[in-house]
């Protein structure tokens, strides 16, 4: 069984930075796509950014040039740095990972938090 765990989500004051890792464990050696969702209450899950295991990436326009996204493969752990955060990007992150597409994966992971205070 495939596990997606998130960490280091939290609370931040605007304009400041976090970390979000997410972890796979179980019974998997490589995915082809690993990225990172979001969501509000009352809102549809979105993209925020993706990877693909040749490094190709997609963002989400609202995240260019303040996030990036990146992966250890050999860890099978795909990271996002968010930097220049404001309180519209406040929501659940969801670690989302696929073996085969390149846009979006079976897997996922249960969520954390992230807080941006104005």
């Known amino acids: 069984q495939v596990q997606l765990v998130e960490s280091g989500g939290g609370l931040v004051q605007a304009g400041g930075s976090l970390r979000l890792s997410c972890a796979a464990s179980?019974?998997?050696?490589?995915?082809?796509?690993m990225g990172w969702y979001r969501q509000v209450p009352g809102k549809q899950r979105e993209l925020v950014a993706r990877i693909t295991s040749t490094g190709r990436t997609d963002y989400a326009d609202s995240v260019k040039g303040r996030f990036t996204i990146s992966r250890d493969n050999a860890k099978i752990t795909v990271y996002l740095q968010m930097n220049g955060l404001s309180p519209q990007d406040t929501a659940v992150y969801y670690c989302?990972?696929?073996?085969?597409?390149?846009?979006?994966?079976?897997?996922w992971g249960h969520g954390t938090q992230v807080t941006v205070s104005s």
């Open positions: 989302n990972a696929g073996l085969y597409s390149d846009y979006v994966g079976d897997f």
């Open positions: 179980g019974s998997i050696f490589s995915f082809n796509v």
